[in-house]
């Protein structure tokens, strides 16, 4: 998981919710302008990375997640900051139920305490990563419980998901000679930053822990 740095809304949203009377509706939202604005914001501001499992995203590709569901909290239905793009979760590509992952396997779920949210500056601390592309929990007793149940919730261990990060993990791998810390360090650069485009790498948080972890001992 990436931390996410949320911008202001568009403005154009801003607007388009002080013309609704008496209040704005998700099903006036749909198919407005103003949604797809608002949904290509959320991907720009990620890098077009999924906000959970850190897939590669665009809008045809993602849709709009709340943190906090709406059903649950409906008065932060449409308060952008409660608002992310999260990737289609396996449900447009014939996976099982089971293999659903991120924002459609997480649906009406969310707990203040067992939730890690992206949008927590520390998120990043609380996972890692394996060669295999398993993720799990860090050893911090503290953060253990919220990152064990958030990685169940969401289903970050998917194989589908799992697949993904080992094929991501072992191209970098594959051209890193032991003891190569220059160019591990040029990768490990390269993979914290955004592109040209604006994108992060798909599945750069992974790839970076395992940098960090076996080719750039402190």
Same mark, same amino acid.
């Given at each position: 998981?990436? &931390?996410?740095?949320?911008?202001?809304?568009?403005?154009?949203?801003?607007?388009?919710?002080?013309?609704? =009377?008496?209040?704005?509706?998700?099903? +006036?939202?749909?198919?407005?302008?103003?949604?797809?604005?608002?949904?290509?914001?959320?991907?720009?501001?990620?890098?077009? %990375?999924?906000?959970?499992?850190?897939?590669?995203?665009?809008?045809?590709? +993602?849709?709009? =997640? &709340? %943190?906090?569901?709406?059903?649950?909290?409906?008065? /932060?239905?449409?308060?952008?900051? @409660?608002?992310?793009?999260?990737?289609?979760?396996?449900? /447009?590509?014939?996976?099982?139920?089971?293999?659903?992952?991120?924002?459609?396997?997480?649906?009406?779920?969310?707990? =203040?305490?067992?939730?890690?949210?992206?949008?927590?500056?520390?998120?990043?601390?609380?996972?890692?990563?394996?060669?295999?592309?398993?993720?799990?929990?860090?050893?911090?007793?503290?953060?253990?419980?919220?990152?064990?149940?958030?990685?169940?919730?969401?289903?970050? @261990?998917?194989?589908?998901?799992?697949?993904?990060?080992? @094929?991501?993990?072992?191209? %970098?791998?594959?051209?890193?000679?032991?003891?190569?810390?220059?160019?591990?360090?040029?990768? /490990?650069?390269?993979?914290?930053?955004?592109?040209?485009?604006?994108?992060?790498?798909?599945?750069?948080?992974?790839? %970076?822990?395992?940098?960090?972890?076996?080719?750039?001992?402190?």
């Amino acid at each position: 998981m990436k &931390h996410i740095a949320k911008n202001r809304e568009p403005a154009d949203f801003t607007e388009w919710k002080r013309s609704q =009377e008496p209040e704005p509706s998700w099903t +006036s939202f749909e198919g407005t302008p103003e949604k797809r604005a608002v949904h290509q914001s959320l991907v720009d501001e990620q890098g077009c %990375i999924c906000c959970y499992c850190g897939a590669r995203v665009e809008r045809a590709t +993602s849709h709009i =997640e &709340h %943190i906090k569901p709406r059903s649950l909290y409906p008065s /932060l239905e449409f308060d952008y900051q @409660n608002m992310l793009a999260s990737c289609e979760g396996g449900t /447009l590509d014939g996976l099982r139920r089971g293999e659903t992952h991120c924002g459609h396997r997480k649906r009406y779920w969310y707990d =203040e305490h067992l939730f890690v949210s992206p949008l927590d500056a520390s998120c990043e601390t609380y996972f890692r990563y394996l060669a295999s592309g398993e993720i799990s929990s860090t050893d911090d007793s503290g953060a253990r419980p919220a990152t064990e149940e958030t990685i169940k919730r969401l289903g970050l @261990n998917s194989a589908s998901l799992q697949a993904a990060r080992k @094929n991501a993990i072992d191209a %970098i791998v594959s051209v890193l000679a032991p003891g190569d810390h220059a160019r591990a360090t040029r990768l /490990l650069h390269g993979f914290s930053q955004r592109d040209a485009g604006g994108r992060f790498a798909p599945f750069c948080m992974a790839i %970076i822990y395992i940098l960090q972890q076996f080719y750039l001992p402190e």
